[in-house]
């Protein structure tokens, strides 16, 4: 997979939720996740992969 190549892609990383599973997260489980997924994308962002879109902006 793309992980055992050295290539990896946000998408490779990300979890989504429908809005009706997010809307079943607790207030520290959605600041959890906004957490864990910052840190994913600055970790991706600091390997030169910096051509992401704003990826919890609605949340």
Same mark, same amino acid.
């Given at each position: 997979?793309?992980?055992?190549?050295?290539?990896?892609?946000?998408? +490779?990383?990300? %979890?989504?939720?429908? =809005?009706?599973?997010?809307? #079943?997260?607790?207030?520290?489980?959605?600041?959890? /996740?906004? +957490?864990?997924? %910052?840190?994913?994308? =600055?970790?991706?962002?600091? #390997?030169?992969?910096?051509?992401?879109?704003?990826? /919890?902006?609605?949340?």
């Amino acid at each position: 997979g793309p992980l055992s190549q050295g290539r990896v892609a946000f998408e +490779d990383v990300a %979890l989504y939720f429908t =809005r009706e599973e997010w809307e #079943l997260l607790s207030r520290p489980e959605k600041q959890l /996740y906004r +957490d864990q997924m %910052l840190r994913n994308y =600055r970790a991706l962002v600091s #390997l030169g992969k910096h051509k992401f879109p704003i990826f /919890y902006s609605h949340l």
